[in-house]
């Protein structure tokens, strides 16, 4: 809307000197024509003010009608709700840099974790598969994963903010790619407070389906009656955000607090 303005106001400036312009030179002319240019070029001095200003009101109506739909708010948890900084955890463990890259590689980017997150195997499986599949590297995948859920941590802001919307009459709703041990321990040491304020979770391990697959998006409006376009979805993963939005969700991709609510505010929420 603000760029709508910008643009408006720019061209509102050209063509009013535009006209004055041709306004200056008709005074001087005594042809028909130049009498006629002169006129015409007076009636615009006033004509395009006012048609941009209608044009921006009419904008700011629909725009207003855009944001006024939005009654639901879709948050992913980690890194968004829960600071999840496994690399500093890890460290302090006495892990290597150079074990935790091959860590982030090898464990948490890989099809087996994906299925953690799927709910599709149990966590004995899923340490002894990549024990198996990395020989050397035990000791470090044990260290980091025996204890995992000792890196995550709620937000500072988190139980508050999803507190403030949900006073505010909106719905809240999670969907989040989090495997089943975690969460029953996060659960279990009340690491999950903004919990409270929600009308309802999906987690990937419940569904069988992780983001960024469009079924866990069709999954979460079809089990909680959500209509994609009076929803906005917050997640910290520009895949997740891509998905999302293609799938019909207004989508905030999270770079910070206080960015999402300023991205919030232009949807007419805060």
């Known amino acids: ?64 009608r855009r944001q006024e739909k939005i009654d639901t708010i879709v948050f992913d948890v980690g890194d968004v709700l829960v600071d999840f900084p496994w690399q500093k955890y890890g460290l302090s463990l006495g892990i290597s840099p150079k074990d935790m890259a091959f860590i ?36 470090s995948i044990h260290l980091i994963l025996d204890d995992l859920h000792k890196a995550l941590i709620p937000m500072p802001y988190a139980e508050e903010w999803v507190k403030s919307l949900k006073d505010k009459g909106y719905k809240i709703y999670i969907l989040s790619n989090w495997s089943e041990r975690n969460y029953r321990i996060l659960l279990e040491n009340g690491s999950f407070p903004f919990l409270k304020w929600t009308d309802g979770a999906t987690w990937s391990f419940e569904v069988h389906q992780i983001k960024p697959d469009r079924a866990i998006f069709q999954t979460l409006c079809r089990t909680w009656q959500i209509d994609p376009s009076r929803a906005v979805f917050i997640d910290d993963n520009p895949r997740n955000i891509e998905a999302a939005g293609a799938f019909g969700l207004n989508t ?8 999402a609510k300023a991205q919030l505010a232009e949807l007419g929420i805060s």
Request: with cysteine; glycine share 6%.
């Open 1 to 64: 809307m603000k760029k709508l303005r910008q643009i408006l106001a720019m061209t509102g400036v050209v063509l009013l000197l535009a006209m004055y312009i041709i306004t200056f030179i008709s005074a001087f002319g005594h042809s028909e024509t130049a009498q006629i240019w002169f006129r015409a070029s007076l009636a615009c001095t006033f004509i395009i003010p006012v048609f941009l200003y209608a044009v921006i009101m009419v904008a700011r109506v629909l725009s207003g």
């Open 104 to 139: 982030e590689k090898h464990v948490f980017s890989t099809d087996i974790w994906d299925e953690f997150d799927r709910g599709m195997k149990p966590y004995e499986e899923v340490v002894n598969s990549f024990c198996a599949r990395y020989p050397g590297h035990e000791a």
């Open 252 to 259: 905030i991709l999270f770079t910070g607090y206080e960015d």
